[in-house]
Structure formats: structure tokens, C-alpha cells
């Protein structure tokens, strides 16, 4: 997988158009870190490219709050209690 800087982004866009279907995902960096990922696309794959990645999305999602549940002790916590956080904030949002 090939990572382009935001810079080199910038200027040799129509260089990194060029190449992105061959290299099939392209990650661009801002001072190094990933900020954005590149990946072909045609009509016809639209749609089921943009669900695959919100699937992923939402399991990162899911993953990244077992982990912090785990972490806090919450794994612990019973039916009982999870009922009564639903209930005390279903009531501060009412007011």
C-alpha cells in the first residue's frame, strides 16, 4: 500500500490519479499519520464499496468499546444495572 503525503497530494494529484487504480488503496498522511484512504471506484461498485467500508467502520466501532468496557471492569456489570443507566438517561434527556 502506497502513502502519499497532504503535499504531495497537492501537487502531483493527477500523477497519484494515474496510479490508483493499479495500486488499489493509497493512504494520505498529514505530518505522517493517516488521515484519508484512496480506493478506486466505478458505478458499479459504489454502493457496495461504501457499505463494506461502514461494516468495517461500525465492527471497529463495536471493537474499540469491548475493548474499553474491558479495561473499566465493565463486563462485570449486570442486567440490572445496565437497565438503570438506560433508565437514568432516558429521564435526563427528557428534561
Known amino acids: 500500500m502506497k502513502f502519499v503525503s497532504t503535499k504531495d497530494f497537492r501537487t502531483s494529484s493527477a500523477k497519484i490519479w ?15 499519520k493517516p488521515v484519508a484512504l484512496l480506493t478506486p471506484l466505478s458505478d458499479t461498485t459504489l454502493e457496495n464499496t461504501l457499505a463494506a467500508i461502514r461494516q468495517a467502520k461500525a465492527i471497529n466501532a463495536v471493537k474499540s468499546i469491548q475493548q474499553e468496557s474491558l479495561k ?3 463486563q462485570k456489570t449486570t442486567m440490572e444495572e445496565i437497565d438503570e443507566e438506560i433508565r437514568r438517561i432516558r429521564e435526563e434527556s427528557k428534561q
Open 72 to 74: 473499566k471492569g465493565l
Open 18 to 32: 494515474e496510479i490508483l487504480p493499479e495500486e488499489r488503496e493509497m493512504v494520505i498522511t498529514n505530518n505522517g
